[in-house]
C-alpha cells in the first residue's frame, strides 16, 4: 500500500476516571467493612460525605505518602482492605520502598489508584509526571495493573481489585477513548487482520482510538489491553499465530518498552519482531502546555503512532 | 514437634541467643533490646503461640529489625521457635536471617531491616484495630535512636498524636548512636506531637515495665529505653 499517512484526527476524549472512582469507593464503603480508603490531601474533597459516614475508615493523613502506604500495610496486616489513592508519582514513586516493603514483602495487599497519568496535567511540570510508574511496579512481583482507557472501564476493574486479596494498581487518566471496551482479563480484539496481515498491533487502555486511526490503512489486527499485568501472553500468541507475520507494535501510555519483556516471553517460542511505542526514554521532556502538546512530543499523537507503525510493519 | 522444654526463663536468654552465634557468653551490643523484649513478652504483651493469629491479640512490631537475636532469642523461650530452628539461623533454608520475615516466623509480625518501616505499619494497625472495634489489643513498636533519622517516622508520629491512637507505643532503644543526636531529647520529638513520653533505664527491667503499663489516655505512648552507647 502507497496511501499517505491518515490525517491526524481527534482521537482522545475527556474521560472523568477520578470521578468515577471517587463514586465507586464511596459505594463500596457503605456495604463492605473491609474497606478502608487512605490519602494524603489529594482528591481529599472528593470523599467529603465518604468520611463523615466511615470517619475511621476513611483517613487523610495529610501531605504524608510514605506514611499512606504504610497504613496501607498495617491496615492490611489486621485484615482490611486498603485503597490508597494520590496523584501517581506521589503514590508509586516517592513511597517506592514503602510499596516494596509494606506490601508485598509483607505479603499482605492493597488497592493503589493513582490519577494524573504520565501527564495529564503537564503545566504543573516534571514533579507531576510518572511515565515510570509500571515500570517501577513491574520491578515487584505479584502486581495486577489495570490501565482503563474510558470512565465506565473503571468500575468493573475497581470493584474487582477490591474483591480479591492481591496488591493491585489502577492508573487512572482523564484522557481516554470515546468508547469503553470489555476489560475481561485478557487482550480483546478491536480489528481483526486477515490472513496475511503484516502483524499485531496491541493498545494500552487510552491508546486504542489513536492506534485505532493510525493503523486504518494497514492490515494488522488491533487488540486492546486494559489490565498489562499479568500480560496476556497467551493471548498475544495466538493472535500472531494468526497474523501473516510476527511483527508486535506495542504502543503504551507509560514509559516506552515497559511491556517489552512481555511480549519477547510471549513470542519466545517463534522468530518475531517487536517494537515499543510510549514515553521517550532517552529525554526528559521539559515543557509545560497541553497534554495534546506532549502527545506530539513523545510521537504519542495519532500522526506520530501512523508514522512509526507504517515504517515498522511495512519496512 | 520439639519444642523448648528447658530454656523458658530470663536467665537462659544468653544461652538461647548462644544457639544461633555459638557465643555463649554473648554479650554484643545488639543486645540493647534484651530486656525491653523479654519485659514485653513476659509481663506486657498478651500473645503467645496460641493465640498468634487471634485478631484480638497484642502486637508487637520490631522495626529496628537489625541484631535480631535477642527477639529470636526471646520467641524461643516463650515457645514460638523451637531450638532446633535457632541452630540454624540464617542457613539459606533458614525461617530466621538476620533481619526477620514475618511470613516465615510464626508471630513475628512485620517484616523488617530497612529502617524506618516499622512506626507506619504501627499506625496503620492500630488504625485497623479501631476501624474493626477492637479496643483492646496494644501494638507495641520497638524503634531504635538511631532509627529515627528515617524521616517517615515523623510522618508517623505527628499523624498518631493528632489521631489520639491510644492503643499504640513506641519503645525507643536508645544507645546514642544517632550520626547527629537528639539534642534536647528523643522524648521531645513525641511529645511535641502530643504523645505521652516516659523514660525508663533500658536494662531495668522493673522501671520499663512500670513505663510500659501506667494508663495513659486518649494518646498514643512513647516510652525512651536508654541504654549504654553503643562501642
Known amino acids: 500500500m502507497t496511501a499517505a499517512p491518515p490525517a491526524p484526527a481527534p482521537a482522545v476524549a475527556a474521560q472523568p476516571m477520578r470521578d468515577t472512582f471517587a463514586d465507586v469507593v464511596a459505594a463500596a464503603l457503605d456495604t463492605d467493612p473491609r474497606l478502608a480508603l487512605v490519602l494524603a490531601d489529594i482528591s481529599a474533597g472528593l470523599f467529603t460525605d465518604a468520611a463523615r459516614r466511615h470517619p475511621d475508615r476513611v483517613v487523610n493523613l495529610g501531605i504524608r505518602e510514605q506514611l499512606m502506604i504504610g497504613v496501607a500495610g498495617g491496615l492490611a496486616l489486621t485484615g482490611?482492605?486498603?485503597?490508597?489513592?494520590?496523584?501517581?508519582?506521589?503514590?508509586?514513586?516517592?513511597?517506592?520502598?514503602?510499596?516494596?516493603?509494606?506490601?508485598?514483602?509483607?505479603?499482605?495487599?492493597?488497592?493503589?489508584?493513582s490519577s494524573g497519568a504520565s501527564y495529564d496535567s503537564p503545566y504543573y511540570g516534571r514533579t507531576h509526571m510518572a511515565p515510570g510508574d509500571v515500570a517501577l511496579l513491574d520491578s515487584l512481583p505479584e502486581w495486577?495493573?489495570?490501565?482503563?482507557?474510558?470512565?465506565?472501564?473503571?468500575?468493573?476493574?475497581?470493584?474487582?481489585?477490591?474483591?480479591?486479596?492481591?496488591?493491585?494498581?489502577?492508573?487512572?487518566?482523564?484522557?481516554?477513548?470515546?468508547?469503553?471496551r470489555p476489560t475481561g482479563p485478557g487482550l480483546q480484539t478491536v480489528r481483526s487482520g486477515s490472513a496475511r496481515s503484516t502483524g499485531v498491533a496491541v493498545a494500552v487502555g487510552p491508546m486504542l482510538d489513536r492506534v485505532l486511526a493510525a493503523t486504518e490503512d494497514l492490515d494488522v489486527t488491533v487488540a486492546y489491553a486494559a489490565t498489562v499485568r499479568p500480560f496476556d501472553r497467551e493471548g498475544l500468541n495466538r493472535l500472531v499465530a494468526r497474523a501473516g507475520q510476527a511483527d508486535v507494535l506495542v504502543v503504551e501510555p507509560y514509559l516506552e518498552g515497559t511491556s517489552a519483556h512481555e511480549v519477547a516471553a510471549a513470542l519466545a517460542d517463534r522468530r518475531h519482531r517487536q517494537r515499543s511505542l510510549g514515553v521517550r526514554r532517552d529525554t526528559e521532556v521539559r515543557g509545560y502546555g497541553t497534554p495534546a502538546d506532549h502527545d506530539r512530543a513523545h510521537g504519542l499523537d495519532t500522526a506520530g503512532i501512523a508514522e512509526r507503525a507504517r515504517a515498522f510493519f511495512l519496512p | 514437634m520439639p519444642t523448648a522444654p528447658a530454656l523458658t526463663r530470663y536467665a537462659d536468654l544468653p544461652a538461647l541467643s548462644g544457639l544461633m552465634t555459638g557465643d555463649e557468653k554473648h554479650r554484643s551490643a545488639a543486645e540493647s533490646t534484651r530486656e525491653v523484649l523479654w519485659v514485653l513478652y513476659d509481663r506486657v504483651l498478651d500473645v503467645s503461640p496460641e493465640t498468634a493469629d487471634d485478631p484480638d491479640r497484642d502486637r508487637f512490631l520490631l522495626s529496628k529489625g537489625h541484631g535480631p537475636v535477642p527477639y529470636y532469642a526471646v520467641l524461643a523461650a516463650k515457645g514460638f521457635i523451637d531450638l532446633a530452628t535457632l541452630r540454624r539461623w540464617a542457613a539459606f533454608d533458614s525461617p530466621l536471617g538476620h533481619h526477620p520475615d514475618r511470613t516465615l516466623i510464626p508471630g513475628v509480625e512485620i517484616s523488617s531491616g530497612s529502617l524506618g518501616h516499622g512506626l507506619g505499619l504501627g499506625v496503620g494497625t492500630a488504625l485497623g484495630l479501631r476501624a474493626q472495634g477492637r479496643p483492646r489489643p496494644r501494638v507495641v513498636v520497638l524503634m531504635g535512636d538511631g532509627e529515627l533519622d528515617e524521616g517517615s517516622n515523623h510522618e508517623a508520629i505527628a499523624a498518631a498524636g493528632r489521631m489520639g491512637l491510644d492503643n499504640l507505643t513506641a519503645v525507643v532503644v536508645d544507645n546514642s548512636s544517632a550520626t547527629h543526636g537528639w539534642p534536647g531529647g528523643i522524648d521531645a520529638r513525641f511529645s511535641a506531637e502530643d504523645w505521652q513520653t516516659r523514660s525508663a533505664p533500658g536494662r531495668d527491667r522493673s522501671a520499663l515495665y512500670d513505663a510500659l503499663t501506667r494508663p495513659h489516655r486518649g494518646r498514643p505512648l512513647a516510652v525512651v529505653a536508654r541504654v549504654r552507647p553503643k562501642g
Open chain 1, 80 to 113: 482490611m482492605r486498603p485503597i490508597a489513592h494520590t496523584f501517581a508519582p506521589f503514590l508509586v514513586e516517592r513511597p517506592f520502598e514503602q510499596v516494596k516493603l509494606d506490601l508485598g514483602h509483607q505479603g499482605v495487599g492493597a488497592v493503589l489508584v
Open chain 1, 144 to 180: 495486577t495493573v489495570h490501565v482503563p482507557g474510558h470512565a465506565d472501564e473503571v468500575a468493573p476493574l475497581l470493584e474487582s481489585a477490591l474483591h480479591q486479596e492481591g496488591n493491585v494498581y489502577l492508573r487512572l487518566s482523564e484522557r481516554g477513548n470515546a468508547a469503553a
